[in-house]
């Protein structure tokens, strides 16, 4: 089943953070209700609109009930009658988008409504646990690995031995990354930065340096998706729906099919099949950023080079503003912010940009827009390309 056009985003809303703080000691919940209030307002809708609700956050942390749909919908006051709690890591509010537009499609909702808050850095380091599941702990924590960055190392370390991916590559999008957030006021790191920056910085997990790696901060966002009925009475205009796919390839690093490539080849496929578009028809991509390896490993996975040319796409600051490939317009989870799960802030700005918003960093006439999601150790993928009339 396709779901091109099957639906429309007609809302967007974040909360703003100071230092990668959320203000006044909020709550997740109440990060995600102002998130959800501002996207609803955006689209010119209420919560009585809402029949559909979707989230996701760090289940079995400190708090966790705070993430559950339950209790969301109840601190919303609204009775949805479609739910979804689909847990998949940073690709998570990606997945959200297909399942909804499919929803909506189906005729069981009309107005879908996806959340996600965080309070991670609030809450750091004194709550903020991960405890594997014993499956892993089993056969990787008792050997040192730390996760998740020893998943992407690891990765990253591949791909220099099988292509002589070097480090001076991964600057180059560190860099880049933070010249758009020079340009975004609401990025939480705005300073200068250069490739020897990045080079003479700390190594936290080698290859990776710590400009490699994404921010730790506080965060929320939100997105309303409507059916084609609906959009043509919402205050902004649609930005539609146009392709879409998922994957997933492994769950813990041991089972890593290929350190070299992501399911992104499956899921960006079904995505620019079902849209029908080609690479070079889209004008701004935002990729996940957890870290400078997950960006280049999904630039080859999803077709925009070949395997092993990531570091010569990406050099002379190509990715850069004023550069011939725009990517991650807002700073990204390098320099932008990251609150646990940067999904949900590629699909904002990706809308964003298609509606001309963006300010200083708008890139030029932007009409197809694509955002990719990475899940857990570069385990689950998910791929939307965006459009405007």
């Known amino acids: 089943m ?47 609109d809402v029949d559909g609700l979707f989230t996701a956050g760090f289940w079995g942390m400190p708090g966790d009930g705070q993430f559950n749909v339950l209790a969301l919908a109840e601190y919303l006051g609204i009775q949805p009658k479609y739910m979804d709690s689909t847990q998949i890591g940073g690709s998570s509010f990606e997945a959200h988008v297909g399942h909804a537009a499919a929803a909506i499609k189906a005729g069981l909702i009309d107005v879908a409504l996806i959340v996600y808050g965080s309070t991670q850095k609030t809450r750091l380091p004194s709550e903020f646990v991960v405890v594997p599941p014993a499956h892993m702990s089993q056969y990787e924590i008792p050997y040192g690995i730390s996760l998740p960055m020893a998943g992407y190392a690891m990765a990253a370390h591949r791909h220099m031995h099988e292509y002589g991916l070097k480090s001076e590559h991964l600057a180059e999008i560190a860099v880049a990354t933070r010249k758009w957030a020079q340009l975004n006021p609401a990025a939480t790191m705005r300073d200068p930065l250069t490739i020897e920056d990045v080079l003479n910085s700390p190594v936290i997990l080698d290859p990776l340096h710590l400009y490699d790696c994404c921010l730790v901060t506080d965060g929320g966002g939100a997105v309303v998706l409507v059916s084609p009925e609906r959009a043509k009475n919402c205050k902004k205009k649609p930005i539609w729906v146009l392709g879409y796919g998922e994957s997933l390839s492994h769950y813990t690093v041991q089972q890593f099919p290929d350190m070299t490539m992501t399911s992104a080849a499956i899921s960006g496929k079904a995505a620019f099949e079902m849209a029908g578009v080609t690479h070079d028809d889209i004008d701004v991509v935002e990729i996940y950023d957890s870290f400078t390896i997950t960006v280049l490993l999904t630039l080859e996975s999803l077709g925009f080079c070949k395997r092993g040319e990531g570091g010569d796409f990406v050099s002379n600051q190509r990715t850069a503003p004023g550069g011939d490939f725009p990517l991650n317009t807002n700073g990204g989870g390098l320099s932008y912010g990251h609150p646990g799960m940067y999904g949900m802030f590629l699909l904002i700005e990706a809308v964003r940009q298609l509606r001309g918003e963006c300010g200083e960093r708008q890139v030029k006439d932007a009409e197809l827009a694509l955002a990719a999601g990475t899940g857990c150790y570069l385990s689950s993928t998910s791929v939307v390309i965006l459009g405007r009339d």
């Open 2 to 48: 396709s779901i091109r056009k099957a639906a429309a985003i007609v809302g967007v809303g974040d909360v703003e953070t100071e230092k990668g703080r959320v203000p006044n000691g909020m709550s997740v919940l109440q990060v995600q209700a102002l998130a959800a209030k501002r996207a609803l307002d955006d689209a010119g809708l209420t919560f009585d």
